[in-house]
């Protein structure tokens, strides 16, 4: 069984990421600020993933319906990662409070998007459902991590911010390609996996 708690550790151990940082000007936030042009994008390709999975598994232990979800989902969740990748861009160019919260407010839409996926969507093949709740979560995380960042954009001088440091790029990539390659025991799933484009 796949344990992705474990591959998440191991990437959060490669990059000293599961401190939690107490900041004033917060420059761990302005890293995230510059990361987060090339996150966004990875968590998009992640999600797209998804759906790559799924859809080489149709017909075989896939349904009609569950490719359905499976889409409609990878949509929604793209859709919303576009238009936080727009605002973080428009946020860096001009940051104001609105945006900001422009910001928080978009990334709570994909996490709660995500858990009702999660929470909803029953695939019918074990295997498949552990490697699409892997990937899944792992953007999920990410964002939880960005949504505790984000007040400290605004942070004044001497003020204290505690948040855990999401993912780096590196991390987030590790972190997804080493799901990729984790066997499930169902040889269809595996296969499947191998023709999933590694970050």
């Given at each position: 069984m796949f344990n992705w708690k474990r591959a998440a550790r191991i990437a959060w151990a490669v990059t000293a990421a599961s401190l939690l940082l107490a900041c004033a000007g917060c420059a761990g936030a302005a890293a995230w600020l510059s990361d987060a042009t090339q996150i966004v994008p990875l968590a998009a390709s992640m999600i797209a993933s998804i759906l790559t999975?799924?859809?080489?598994?149709?017909?075989?232990?896939?349904?009609?319906?569950?490719?359905?979800?499976?889409?409609?989902?990878a949509t929604d969740i793209e859709n919303g990662l576009d238009d936080l990748e727009t605002m973080i861009d428009q946020y860096k160019a001009t940051p104001t409070a609105n945006l900001e919260q422009e910001i928080l407010n978009a990334a709570n839409v994909v996490v709660s998007n995500i858990q009702n996926f999660l929470t909803n969507t029953q695939l019918a093949n074990a295997a498949l459902a552990q490697k699409?709740?892997?990937?899944?979560?792992?953007?999920?995380?990410?964002?939880?991590?960005?949504?505790?960042?984000?007040?400290?954009?605004?942070?004044?001088?001497?003020?204290?911010?505690?948040?855990?440091?999401?993912?780096?790029?590196?991390?987030?990539?590790?972190?997804?390609?080493a799901i990729l390659a984790q066997p499930t025991g169902d040889p269809d799933v595996d296969a499947a996996a191998t023709k999933v484009k590694k970050l």
């Open positions: 999975l799924v859809a080489a598994l149709q017909g075989k232990s896939v349904s009609a319906s569950d490719l359905t979800a499976v889409s409609t989902f699409v709740t892997a990937i899944a979560t792992l953007v999920q995380t990410e964002l939880k991590a960005w949504i505790e960042v984000i007040p400290a954009l605004s942070a004044t001088a001497g003020e204290k911010v505690t948040f855990t440091v999401p993912y780096s790029a590196k991390a987030l990539r590790q972190a997804f390609d």
